[in-house]
T-cell receptor, first 112, second 114 residues
Framework: QQQVKQSPQSLIVQKGGISIINCAYENTAFDYFPWYQQFPGKGPALLIAIRPDVSEKKEGRFTISFNKSAKQFSLHIMDSQPGDSATYFCAATYVGYSTLTFGKGTMLLVSP | GAGVSQSPSNKVTEKGKDVELRCDPISGHTALYWYRQSLGQGLEFLIYFQGNSAPDKSGLPSDRFSAERTGGSVSTLTIQRTQQEDSAVYLC????????????FGNGTRLTVT
């Protein structure tokens, strides 16, 4: 059973545009939602994370929006740059359980 | 400082052979994870070690897969009698402790079973 559904699978955005990746979860016990960024040939690296006590978290050009009632969260990349081209994974877990459940990933291409 | 190191970076093996994949976590990290990344399948959890506790093996896909962690540090993932469907990138990650500490991933071992 897939507990975190991520969309779209792939995304092409022009330089300077906004990239939006969405995730939906099923387990209402989840209370920690990180996003990981992966470049080709490298392992994923933590990009930004949010807990459900806030509806939005911003770090530079990256923003997580969280909707607890809808059980959805999304990553927005403002002013997208070619260097942002990578695969992005959303994930979820809950207090007392360390293992992250990952979405299937979104391959983002930012065209120059 | 040094990150998570995995070896080999690439492994090609024949169907039916056994393979061992190695992971050196970041020094001082008590938690260690193995994930499998297949095309279009995202990151699939395999096994989790935390300190001296019994590992969480709930993600291992079959009894051909096993892993151990010696001395709370280096870990080895073993796949016996490899099958073509085992072809994937195997990623190791470590974190400072249990809970929500960030995972630090290695660059993975790309396994190809011919």
């Amino acid at each position: 059973q897939q507990q975190v559904k991520q969309s779209p699978q792939s995304l092409i955005v022009q330089k300077g545009g906004i990239s939006i990746i969405n995730c939906a979860y099923e387990n209402t016990a989840f209370d920690y939602f990180p996003w990981y960024q992966q470049f080709p040939g490298k392992g994923p690296a933590l990009l930004i994370a949010i807990r459900p006590d806030v509806s939005e978290k911003k770090e530079g050009r990256f923003t997580i929006s969280f909707n607890k009632s809808a059980k959805q969260f999304s990553l927005h990349i403002m002013d997208s740059q070619p260097g942002d081209s990578a695969t992005y994974f959303c994930a979820a877990t809950y207090v007392g359980y360390s293992t992250l459940t990952f979405g299937k990933g979104t391959m983002l291409l930012v065209s120059p | 400082g040094a990150g998570v190191s995995q070896s080999p970076s690439n492994k090609v093996t024949e169907k039916g052979k056994d393979v061992e994949l190695r992971c050196d976590p970041i020094s001082g990290h008590t938690a260690l994870y193995w994930y499998r990344q297949s095309l279009g399948q995202g990151l699939e959890f395999l096994i989790y070690f935390q300190g001296n506790s019994a590992p969480d093996k709930s993600g291992l896909p079959s009894d051909r897969f096993s892993a151990e962690r010696t001395g709370g540090s280096v870990s080895t993932l073993t796949i016996q009698r490899t099958q073509q469907e085992d072809s994937a990138v195997y990623l190791c990650a470590s974190s400072r402790d249990r809970g929500n500490s960030p995972l630090h991933f290695g660059n993975g071992t790309r396994l190809t079973v011919t």
